[in-house]
């Protein structure tokens, strides 16, 4: 036993047993079933079951570490990247060292491709792949757990309750990352803030930073330990939320009752549409380590804000948002090629986007809507 056997990724020679034991739980082989046949799944699934496993067994035959495994699962993006990316675009990576390693914190908005997505753009650019924080909240399912910690995730203890308990968990989570970063040279994914930004609002929660110093030593100024940890503030921006019906749903019970209950395994049901669901274009801004005289959380949280907003790059469908919102058009730019916001130039794109919103709940449109239009709200404010 080591010290972070509880949270860790799976080690090379823990690999083959567990893909051995995902390949026997029945679970697992039906939630592959159910996401690679949704239509078929309830009145085939006899026959489609057996299939899979035969075909998953054949994949995943002669893999024997990590690298292995992931070199499947990029087969996997590669194939979801055909059909619901129209284009994965990134810019800033080239200022980083191929051979460092980084805590790459980001805005959050889809709970798997957030950084599904930088570890594509690290791994087909030469950089080695993520550590990625999990909450245990995600991980109802053994199979799941299995899975997430095969591909390179740690988990973050989310049930603790007791305050003292809480504290414990955070305190590990933290001797964790900086042991990823400083004494095993690996990159490390974590979220701006826990859950996603719903309402495409991207604003760092404190608490996630204070954890991150909850490892450093009380003699040490946290200037010099923020340096050791190599933060690289990252901005990730989709044209087209495949949750955002869901979002909008939640946000408005939320308005309307007070509250809102997640159903059971809801959270992998959003993963699942994260993954299955239109995104169309997708930009990640890979922003400046943060490398300042920071002399408290506060400093470090708005040097983060600030990057993450700043080099957010915003799509048509945001700009097209924004002036259903608020009627009139917005001075910006929108895609990769940082395009000037010109409405009479994009008449399809605004037919599409309105027949999509149109599709949802008209009271809950408004709030769609300003999913899309705040990002927008955001960089004006930022300028």
């Given at each position: 036993?080591?010290?972070?056997?509880?949270?860790?990724?799976?080690?090379?020679?823990?690999?083959?047993?567990?893909?051995?034991?995902?390949?026997?739980?029945?679970?697992?082989?039906d939630a592959v079933t159910r996401l690679k046949f949704p239509a078929l799944h309830s009145w085939l699934g006899w026959l489609l079951k057996p299939l899979v496993r035969s075909k998953l067994t054949q994949q995943l035959s002669g893999i024997q570490d990590v690298q292995?495994?992931?070199?499947?699962?990029?087969?996997?993006?590669?194939?979801?990247?055909?059909?619901?990316?129209?284009?994965?675009?990134?810019?800033?990576?080239?200022?980083?060292?191929?051979?460092?390693?980084?805590?790459?914190?980001?805005?959050?908005?889809?709970?798997?491709?957030?950084?599904?997505?930088?570890?594509?753009?690290?791994?087909?650019?030469?950089?080695?792949?993520?550590?990625?924080?999990?909450?245990?909240?995600?991980?109802?399912?053994?199979?799941?757990?299995?899975?997430?910690?095969?591909?390179?995730?740690?988990?973050?203890?989310?049930?603790?309750?007791?305050?003292?308990?809480?504290?414990?968990?955070?305190?590990?989570?933290?001797?964790?990352?900086?042991?990823?970063?400083?004494?095993?040279?690996?990159?490390?994914?974590?979220?701006?803030?826990?859950?996603?930004?719903?309402?495409?609002?991207?604003?760092?929660?404190?608490?996630?930073?204070?954890?991150?110093?909850?490892?450093?030593?009380?003699?040490?100024?946290?200037?010099?330990?923020?340096?050791?940890?190599?933060?690289?503030?990252?901005?990730?921006?989709?044209?087209?939320?495949?949750?955002?019906?869901?979002?909008?749903?939640?946000?408005?019970?939320?308005?309307?009752?007070?509250?809102?209950?997640?159903?059971?395994?809801?959270?992998?049901?959003?993963?699942?549409?994260?993954?299955?669901?239109?995104?169309?274009?997708?930009?990640?801004?890979?922003?400046?380590?943060?490398?300042?005289?920071?002399?408290?959380?506060?400093?470090?949280?708005?040097?983060?804000?600030?990057?993450?907003?700043?080099?957010?790059?915003?799509?048509?469908?945001?700009?097209?948002?924004?002036?259903?919102?608020?009627?009139?058009?917005?001075?910006?730019?929108?895609?990769?090629?940082?395009?000037?916001?010109?409405?009479?130039?994009?008449?399809?794109?605004?037919?599409?986007?309105?027949?999509?919103?149109?599709?949802?709940?008209?009271?809950?449109?408004?709030?769609?809507?300003?999913?899309?239009?705040?990002?927008?709200?955001?960089?004006?404010?930022?300028?």
């Amino acid at each position: 036993m080591t010290e972070f056997d509880d949270i860790r990724p799976y080690r090379d020679d823990e690999v083959r047993p567990t893909l051995d034991r995902l390949l026997a739980d029945q679970e697992f082989i039906d939630a592959v079933t159910r996401l690679k046949f949704p239509a078929l799944h309830s009145w085939l699934g006899w026959l489609l079951k057996p299939l899979v496993r035969s075909k998953l067994t054949q994949q995943l035959s002669g893999i024997q570490d990590v690298q292995g495994f992931q070199s499947v699962v990029e087969k996997y993006m590669s194939n979801m990247m055909e059909t619901c990316v129209k284009e994965l675009t990134f810019s800033g990576l080239e200022k980083l060292d191929k051979h460092s390693a980084y805590l790459f914190i980001s805005n959050h908005r889809d709970i798997a491709m957030d950084p599904a997505f930088v570890n594509w753009v690290l791994y087909h650019n030469g950089c080695n792949t993520l550590r990625i924080a999990i909450g245990d909240n995600l991980l109802t399912k053994p199979f799941a757990s299995d899975l997430m910690r095969l591909n390179k995730s740690f988990i973050v203890n989310r049930s603790a309750k007791a305050p003292r308990e809480k504290l414990k968990a955070a305190k590990h989570l933290s001797a964790y990352i900086h042991h990823s970063i400083v004494n095993e040279n690996s990159n490390i994914w974590i979220a701006q803030r826990e859950g996603r930004a719903k309402d495409g609002n991207d604003k760092t929660n404190s608490a996630v930073l204070g954890m991150l110093m909850l490892n450093k030593p009380k003699t040490e100024e946290l200037a010099d330990y923020v340096k050791k940890l190599r933060i690289v503030p990252v901005s990730i921006s989709y044209e087209l939320d495949p949750c955002d019906a869901a979002k909008a749903r939640e946000l408005y019970l939320h308005r309307t009752e007070g509250s809102y209950q997640k159903e059971e395994h809801e959270d992998v049901r959003s993963i699942a549409m994260g993954i299955a669901g239109n995104k169309g274009n997708i930009h990640l801004a890979f922003g400046d380590v943060l490398n300042d005289d920071y002399q408290n959380a506060d400093e470090l949280v708005a040097a983060l804000d600030h990057q993450i907003l700043g080099n957010y790059v915003l799509h048509a469908t945001n700009c097209i948002a924004y002036e259903m919102v608020y009627g009139r058009v917005p001075a910006v730019n929108y895609g990769a090629n940082n395009t000037p916001y010109d409405p009479t130039k994009l008449i399809a794109e605004r037919t599409a986007f309105e027949v999509r919103m149109n599709a949802i709940p008209s009271g809950q449109r408004e709030i769609a809507l300003g999913i899309y239009a705040n990002p927008v709200v955001s960089k004006l404010a930022e300028c």
